[in-house]
């Protein structure tokens, strides 16, 4: 049972720092990558998957290629518990090592560990999560949060349901729910919400779920029964989100009216209401299964040796395969420092400029084995992010489909916001530092 193996992960997990299965190698010739994870807690669930496709597909570089350059990765999980105190000392504990690049996996660990990049010299990857407003790569030059941001996220499920509606236009007089986890991570894309709600016409309905609430949300979906909204949107995480879907189901809400953001799109947030959450929807930006060259050598390299915790009938799912998007995101960037620097032990300031120089073409995606997994990647000085489109999948009862081509953000609308959010945050922390660091261009 999955709650059975939850409960081993509880179990078996550490607080503290651990090492992945790795060998071990000096500080002279690796490249060290700490991992921040929560295997324990209420969000177990979403990021145990999200931590053995990030270990697993790093791991396979160690063991098929002997790391990246010839230089082994020395790879190191740090129990965070999705908690930002844990968090914060996971960076302390972990930035005494010289990581190459740090990612906090929380928007409530990203958003303190923004001022800090740049005094201790190690970029943030917040991959499409954190701070929206950290796309302005003039404002925030060490922090990356690709492929999209949540405003492009949000950008693109109203898109979607203007596109059932018959076009944006016709959301006029419309009543859209926003269900979302009452922290930093749900509260960050209400502001282009309620420009799109004056924008368009349509009412919100706002239902905050407090992380206490998360598996008992009876009186958020008796609201919902009462309002009847046209459509909902979720912005859930962990145990928030199969408690959303049965209780949508409970109360008959029309399913496929249901919409969730990437992270509320895991196999065990549908899977627990089996059938009765046939048509529930999801963003995503990576493709699901495991039929792609590289995904089957972490299964001969990797889950068939016993160096993996992932169960083998778990690879290729949705946030697994979410884990290996973002290892794909770092080994990238250390290949193209090693590039552009000559070197092939790097630091974190030359993975800041192979982030920021950072180029994941179709073709590369094919050269990588992993041709179709997702959208080609952009970045640039001015533009961490790259906004890049994600699709619609839907639950058939036992499995995600893909429902809808690449939806592009809304980027006429979402990019002049982020500069007006870059700007403030500028403004609200008053001596935020102008960017000097020097700007590759693209090899």
């Not at 960050?188 to 905050?208: R, T």
Request: glycine share 10%; aromatic share 10%.
């Amino acid at each position: 049972m999955r709650m059975k193996g939850l409960l081993v992960g509880a179990v078996l997990a550490a607080t503290a720092v651990t090492p992945a299965l790795v060998s071990s190698a000096s500080a002279q010739d690796s490249i060290y990558i700490p991992l921040f994870t929560y295997r324990t807690g209420p969000f177990a669930n979403s990021g145990i998957p999200i931590a053995n496709g990030m270990v697993d597909y790093l791991n396979m570089l160690n063991e098929r290629d002997g790391g990246i350059g010839g230089v082994k990765l020395v790879i190191e999980e740090c129990e965070t518990g999705y908690n930002t105190e844990k968090g914060l000392a996971c960076y302390e504990s972990t930035k005494v090592k010289n990581p190459v690049v740090v990612g906090p996996w929380s928007t409530g660990i990203t958003l303190p560990l923004i001022p800090r990049a740049s005094v201790d010299k190690i970029p943030i990857l917040s991959m499409a999560y954190g701070l929206s407003a950290s796309a302005v790569g003039d404002t925030f030059p060490w922090v990356f949060n690709p492929p999209a941001t949540y405003w492009d996220g949000l950008s693109m499920a109203i898109s979607y349901i203007g596109s059932k509606e018959g076009g944006l236009q016709k959301l006029k007089g419309k009543t859209i729910g926003y269900l979302f986890f009452d922290g930093g991570y749900g509260r960050e894309p209400i502001p282009l919400l309620e420009s799109f709600a004056k924008k368009y016409g349509f009412e919100v309905k706002m239902y905050p779920v407090p992380p206490a609430e998360m598996q008992n949300q009876s009186g958020q979906w008796l609201n919902v029964r009462k309002d009847k909204p046209d459509y909902m949107i979720m912005w859930g995480w962990g145990a928030m989100n199969p408690t959303a879907v049965k209780e949508a189901a409970r109360i008959k809400y029309p399913m496929d009216k249901f919409i969730g953001i990437w992270w509320s799109g895991g196999e065990d947030d549908a899977r627990p209401t089996g059938g009765e959450a046939k048509g529930y929807t999801t963003l995503n930006f990576t493709a699901v299964g495991s039929n792609y060259p590289a995904i089957q050598d972490i299964i001969k390299h990797v889950v068939s040796k016993g160096k993996s915790q992932a169960e083998k009938d778990r690879v290729g799912e949705a946030h697994y395969n979410k884990g290996i998007y973002n290892s794909v995101l770092i080994a990238e960037a250390i290949r193209n420092a090693q590039k552009i620097t000559g070197k092939k032990v790097v630091t974190g300031e030359d993975v800041r400029r192979g982030l920021e120089t950072l180029t994941i073409s179709a073709q590369r995606w094919k050269e990588l084995g992993l041709e179709g997994f997702g959208s080609p990647v952009a970045l640039s000085c001015a533009d961490h992010n790259g906004h890049q489109p994600a699709y619609m999948q839907q639950w058939d009862g036992t499995k995600w489909v893909k429902i809808s081509d690449w939806i592009q953000p809304l980027k006429d609308d979402v990019l002049p916001l982020l500069k007006a959010a870059a700007d403030d945050y500028v403004k609200k922390n008053a001596g935020w530092p102008k960017r000097t660091e020097s700007c590759d261009k693209p090899s």
